[in-house]
Nanobody
Framework: QVQLVESGGGLVQAGGSLRLSCAAA????????MDWFRQAPGKGREFVAS????????NYADSVKGRFSISRDTRKKTVYLQMNNLKPEDTAVYYC????????????WGQGTQVTVSS
């Protein structure tokens, strides 16, 4: 079982930056992908970005391409989401989740961290 803990959320003005962290504990996961999702008030959960633990392969939602960057630190077992040029529509609770790279079923979710972007 993998446990995930997010941190780094907060309040920022439009155009600003934040870096979210997702620290993982538990079994090793070289065959996993770690993903970021977000959920805005009154909306469904939305995919944001994904990284494959073994080789750093990444992909992004179109809405964040060019502004957000996902990365990992294998020694710290931590995934980061660097968010630049934030917009009010990026306001949401951000969650990290882990799954086998060949699966669409998530093994674990974090508790979420709030990101609020003021205009």
């Amino acid at each position: 079982q993998v446990q995930l803990v997010e941190s780094g959320g907060g309040l920022v003005q439009a155009g600003g930056s934040l870096r979210l962290s997702c620290a993982a504990a538990g079994r090793t996961f070289n065959t996993y992908r770690m993903d970021w999702f977000r959920q805005a008030p009154g909306k469904g959960r939305e995919f944001v970005a994904s990284i494959r633990w073994s080789d750093d392969d990444t992909n992004y939602a179109d809405s964040v391409k060019g502004r957000f960057s996902i990365s990992r630190d294998t020694r710290k077992k931590t995934v980061y989401l660097q968010m630049n040029n934030l917009k009010p529509e990026d306001t949401a609770v951000y969650y990290c989740a882990v799954r086998m790279a060949t699966s669409t079923t998530y093994a674990s979710w974090g508790q979420g961290t709030q990101v609020t972007v003021s205009s």
